[in-house]
C-alpha cells in the first residue's frame, strides 16, 4: 500500500491515507487537482493494479473530460458488472463512440474465458467484478477498500496448477 506521504505525479499532489476501521484498512484517496482517470492509471496500489486486464487500464486512460463527466453520471446509476448491460446502454445514450470502446474492452476481457475450466471462469469473473468496482469507485469518488485484491490473490493460490497455468497463459498481462 502507498505510504502517507504525497506523490507528485505529472506535476500533481496525490496522497493515499490508510486508516484502520475495525479489520479493514480503508485506503482513502485524496486527490488535489487531478482527473479520476489519472489517479487509476497512476496510483492504484500495485496488489490492485495487477489484477487490471491491459485493455482496461487503456481504456481507462483514454477517458476525456467530458467523457468521464458521462461515466459519472452513468456510474452513479449502474456501478456494478452485474449491470454492464444497462451501464453499456446507458452510456450509449450519451456518447455512441464511448459505449463502443466499451463494449471493446467487455469482449476482449469475455475473450480471456475461452477454454478455461468452470472454477477458471468464476475466478476470472471475481476478478472482472472486482476491477469494475474500483473502476466506478475511482470515477465516483468514493471510498475504496482494497481487502478483495489480496483475497483475489489468494483464491489464485488455491486454485489447481493446471487452472493458474490456464488463466496466466490466458492474461499474460495480469498478475494473479
Request: net charge positive; aromatic share 6%; hydrophobic share 35%.
Amino acid at each position: 500500500m502507498p505510504s502517507d506521504q504525497p506523490a507528485i505525479v505529472a506535476g500533481k499532489s496525490v496522497q493515499w491515507s490508510v486508516k484502520p476501521v475495525g479489520r479493514t484498512r480503508h485506503a482513502l484517496l485524496k486527490i488535489r487537482d487531478r482527473k479520476q482517470r489519472d489517479v487509476m492509471i497512476c496510483d492504484l496500489p500495485p496488489n490492485v493494479k495487477c489484477l487490471f486486464p491491459k485493455e482496461n487500464l487503456e481504456f481507462a486512460g483514454s477517458i476525456s473530460e467530458n467523457e468521464a463527466k458521462t461515466l459519472k453520471e452513468v456510474f452513479a446509476k449502474h456501478s456494478t458488472f452485474d449491470e454492464i448491460g444497462e451501464m453499456i446502454e446507458a452510456v450509449e445514450a450519451k456518447s455512441p463512440e464511448l459505449s463502443k470502446r466499451m463494449r471493446d474492452v467487455l469482449a476482449k476481457n469475455c475473450s480471456r474465458l475461452n477454454d478455461l475450466t468452470p472454477a477458471a471462469v468464476d475466478y476470472s469473473k471475481k476478478c472482472i467484478h472486482f476491477v469494475t468496482n474500483v473502476m466506478c469507485n475511482l470515477t465516483l469518488g468514493k471510498q475504496l477498500t482494497f481487502d478483495e485484491a489480496d483475497k483475489l490473490h489468494k483464491a489464485f493460490k488455491e486454485l489447481s496448477t493446471e487452472d493458474q497455468a490456464a488463466l496466466k497463459k490466458k492474461n499474460p498481462d495480469v498478475n494473479f
